[in-house]
C-alpha cells in the first residue's frame, strides 16, 4: 500500500524546487537600503523636486538661494531648509560666497540614483 503523505510531501516538495530559484545576482544589502530610503526620502516632496529641476536649468547648473525663493513661493528659511536636506543626500553641493550660498548638482548623483533605483 503507498503512502499518501509521503507522495503529497514529495509533490509539495517538487513543487517548491520548481518555483524558487535562486537569485541571479546579490539583493540589496540593509545598508545600501537605508541609504538609498534616505535618498528617496530627501527628494520625496515636490518643492525639492521643483529645487532639483531649478538648479539643473540655471545657468551652469548653478544657483543662488535668492534666485530660488520666488519661483518657489516659499520663504528663504523653508528654501534653505530643503537645500540643506538635499546637500546631506548628496544631490546638491553648497558654495558659501559672502552673504548667499550657490548650489549645484553633484555630477553624476541623479544618474547614480536612478542606476540604484533600476538595480533593486
Not at 516538495?13 to 541571479?24: Q, R
Not at 516632496?45 to 538648479?55: C, E, K, N, T
Amino acid at each position: 500500500m503507498v503512502n499518501v503523505e509521503l507522495l503529497q510531501d514529495s509533490a509539495e516538495t517538487a513543487a517548491a524546487a520548481d518555483c524558487c530559484a535562486p537569485p541571479v545576482r546579490e539583493a540589496l544589502a540593509a545598508e545600501g537600503a537605508e541609504k538609498l530610503a534616505r535618498t528617496l526620502k530627501a527628494i520625496a516632496d515636490p518643492a525639492r523636486l521643483r529645487l532639483i529641476s531649478m538648479v539643473a536649468a540655471h545657468d551652469d547648473a548653478e544657483a543662488c538661494v535668492c534666485d530660488l525663493t520666488e519661483p518657489l513661493g516659499l520663504s528663504q528659511p523653508t528654501v534653505s531648509h530643503h537645500l540643506k536636506v538635499l546637500v546631506d543626500a548628496g544631490i546638491l553641493s553648497r558654495d558659501k560666497r559672502g552673504t548667499w550660498a550657490y548650489y549645484r548638482l553633484v555630477p553624476g548623483a541623479l544618474d547614480a540614483l536612478a542606476r540604484s533605483v533600476v538595480t533593486v
